[in-house]
C-alpha cells in the first residue's frame, strides 16, 4: 500500500497566492500591514508545519516568513509571492536558511508552499507521524523546518486519529441507514424498487468511505477494526 497523501500538505498543492488590491512590490507599507490577505490566502494555517491558528489557541503566534531570505535577495523581500503565513516556532527554526547555490544548481530546493510544489511527491509519513524525505529536496526541507519536533509529530498523530474517528463515525451512521431500509423492506415491501435502490446506494457510499479509508490510512488498517 502506497503512502496517504498527506492531507496536511494539500494546501501547499492548492495555493495559489493573489495579490491584494493595492498592493505594490515597492510600497512603503511594512509587509505585516498585507497579514490579513495572507492569515485568508493560507486559511489560517502555518505554511510549513500546517499548525492552525485554532490549534496554538492565538492569531498573534504567527509571523510573515520570507521564503528567499532578505538576507539572499534583498528584491524580494517585498514580492507578495514571497511572502509565506508561518507560526513563530516555524519562522524561528527556519531564519536565512536556504539551499546553497550549489544545491539550487543541483536541483536541490526548499520546498515553496506558494508554489504548489508536489509536497507528497517529495515527502512521506510513517505510521508514527514521523516525516521521511523521498527526494533531496524534500529531505532537506525536512531538516531546514525541522518539520518532526514533538509537537509535530503529535499534532500530525492527533489529526490522524481525529480523521480516522470521522471516517468510522460516518461508516456507523451509513449502516444505521441500511438497516432501517433493510427493516422498512421487510415490513413494508418495496413494490416500486425505491428501497431497493436506496440499500444500494448506501453500500456504495459505505464502500467509497472504506475504500478512501484503506487509500489514506491501509499501513494502519490492522490497527482498526474496520
Ligand atoms: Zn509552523
Not at 525536512?142 to 492527533?158: G, H, K, P, S
Not at 463515525?169 to 444505521?176: D, N
Not at 413494508?188 to 436506496?198: E, V, Y
Not at 446506494?201 to 490510512?217: F, G, P, S, T, V
Amino acid at each position: 500500500m502506497n503512502s496517504p497523501t498527506l492531507a496536511e500538505f494539500a494546501l501547499a498543492e492548492t495555493y495559489v497566492a493573489s495579490i491584494p488590491a493595492g498592493y505594490r512590490n515597492h510600497s512603503k507599507r511594512h509587509v505585516g500591514f498585507w497579514k490579513p490577505w495572507l492569515r485568508q490566502a493560507f486559511m489560517f494555517r502555518c505554511a510549513y508545519c500546517t499548525a492552525s491558528e485554532a490549534e496554538l489557541c492565538s492569531a498573534g503566534y504567527f509571523q510573515i516568513d520570507h521564503f528567499v531570505p532578505r538576507k539572499r535577495d534583498r528584491t524580494r523581500s517585498r514580492d507578495y509571492y514571497n511572502l509565506v503565513y508561518a507560526c513563530y516556532p516555524c519562522n524561528q527554526r527556519k531564519r536565512a536558511q536556504f539551499p546553497s547555490e550549489q544545491q539550487l544548481a543541483q536541483g536541490i530546493e526548499l520546498l515553496n508552499p506558494s508554489s504548489g510544489a508536489r509536497f507528497p511527491f517529495h515527502i512521506t509519513e510513517n505510521a508514527s507521524g514521523w516525516l521521511t524525505g523521498k527526494t533531496q529536496s524534500g529531505s532537506l526541507s525536512v531538516q531546514i523546518l525541522a518539520l518532526n519536533t514533538r509537537d509535530d509529530v503529535r499534532e500530525r498523530n492527533l489529526r490522524r486519529a481525529a480523521e480516522i474517528d470521522n471516517h468510522r463515525a460516518l461508516m456507523r451512521r451509513l449502516a444505521e441507514f441500511l438497516m432501517q431500509t433493510v427493516d422498512l423492506q421487510i415490513t413494508r415491501g418495496d413494490p416500486t424498487g425505491q428501497l431497493a435502490q436506496r440499500s444500494s446506494d448506501i453500500q456504495a457510499q459505505m464502500a467509497q468511505c472504506r475504500a478512501e479509508l484503506h487509500r489514506r490510512y491501509g499501513h494502519l488498517l490492522k490497527h482498526l477494526d474496520l
